[in-house]
């Protein structure tokens, strides 16, 4: 149902979601149950609009419960004040209560709840939109991989992340320091989708239309793109198969699951973000897109131009997107099998990133 570019300039939004209901004084403080009820009941009412609109939450980049999950997995890691500064910033600036929603409340974790704000906030405010990714070429070595020339202007999630980092400890301005947190608890989650750091000339892969679990490539409604493509299923779809296989109701029970499979440190060093501390993150993302996502599709697709990076659409680079679609990629178990582990393992290492990041932060 995904109709949505997580990459590049196609706008993603549709117009037909409704505001949330959000009162900060309630929102952090155990709030009364009709609340909750009134805010799910919105929420719902809003992704009914989605359906309608043909636009999903599959537009989140890691999906609602991949981002959750990763802010979930930092604050196992998090000293208890730490974290209730951050409570307290995101409860002293709220978000915009007429701001389209494309993810489910969670009452009891405002902080994971604040992980799918930046991709809310990106739909009106498209400056922001290079920020989510770092379009590095598939046919660099990550080793040497140089972000300067995927990162035009500062404008890629490895500059944003740094000169968030920056307003959130130096601002004077609650409301910039607020923000600067909810970009980067979203941003940090981004950069470690292997696909938000990789591209092969086709947008991070919006632009390989793909076969899931039979599930056949569709051209989107007023737009030359697919659905399934490849970025989508890594954002979205593997994780809610992985989800469904394991009975893992919810971002709670993924984070649960992600670290009982391989525990995390006993503890981080907090540690600001520096550019070339996310750099390194970076490449190391751009290594599973490399060998995985790109690596184990089940029919080999070529190195595309280093330059094909910035694609105005996807019909850019030769047509890429009927390049891709005519080799009928079909993805199904061995290719998750391949998949899984790396989302897995992505999804736990930007926890532990984070978790450093955020006790740099608040440093208490
Ligand atoms: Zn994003």
Not at 129 to 157: E, I, Y
Not at 249 to 256: F, I, N, P, R, W
Request: with cysteine; charged share 15%.
């Amino acid at each position: 149902m995904s109709s949505s570019f997580s990459q590049g300039p196609t706008l993603i939004h549709g117009s037909s979601q409704v505001g949330r209901l959000n009162s900060p004084s309630h929102e952090f403080t155990n709030p009364p149950v009709f609340l909750y009820t009134l805010r799910m009941r919105r929420w719902l009412v809003s992704l009914a609009f989605l359906c309608v609109s043909g636009w999903s939450a599959d537009a989140v980049a890691w999906g609602c419960e991949g981002h959750r999950a990763v802010v979930m997995i930092a604050e196992r890691l998090v000293p208890a004040a730490k974290l209730a500064a951050a409570r307290a910033l995101l409860a002293a600036s709220p978000v915009d209560p007429n701001l389209r929603v494309g993810c489910p409340p969670v009452p009891d974790d405002p902080v994971a709840e604040a992980a799918t704000w930046a991709d809310d906030y990106r739909s009106d405010h498209l400056e922001t939109f290079n920020w989510h990714f770092t379009n590095l070429p598939r046919v660099w070595k990550s080793a040497t991989a140089n972000p300067a020339a995927a990162c035009a202007a500062g404008s890629c999630a490895i500059e944003a992340i740094v000169a968030q980092f920056q307003l959130l400890t130096h601002s004077a301005d609650t409301a910039v320091k607020a923000n600067a947190l909810r970009f980067i608890l979203h941003f940090v989650g981004d950069l470690h989708q292997p696909l938000h750091s990789t591209s092969n000339g086709d947008r991070g892969g919006n632009c390989v239309p793909v076969t899931f679990f039979g599930q056949a490539p569709q051209q989107n409604p007023n737009s030359d793109d697919y659905s399934p493509n490849l970025h989508g299923i890594w954002d979205s779809s593997m994780i809610r198969r992985m989800m469904t296989d394991q009975a893992l109701a919810d971002a709670q029970a993924l984070s649960d699951h992600i670290v009982a499979k391989k525990p995390l440190p006993a503890s981080v060093v907090a540690s600001a973000p520096t550019k070339a501390r996310v750099t390194s993150w970076a490449r190391q993302a751009h290594e599973v897109g490399r060998t995985v996502a790109y690596g184990k599709l089940p029919v080999a697709v070529g190195m595309e131009p280093a330059t094909a990076i910035i694609l105005s659409s996807c019909q850019d680079n030769h047509d890429i997107v009927h390049r891709m679609l005519a080799l009928n990629e079909s993805i199904g178990n061995a290719y998750l099998a391949a998949g899984e582990p790396a989302i897995a393992g992505q999804l736990r290492l930007a926890g532990v990133h984070l978790a450093s990041v955020l006790k740099a932060a608040f440093p208490l």
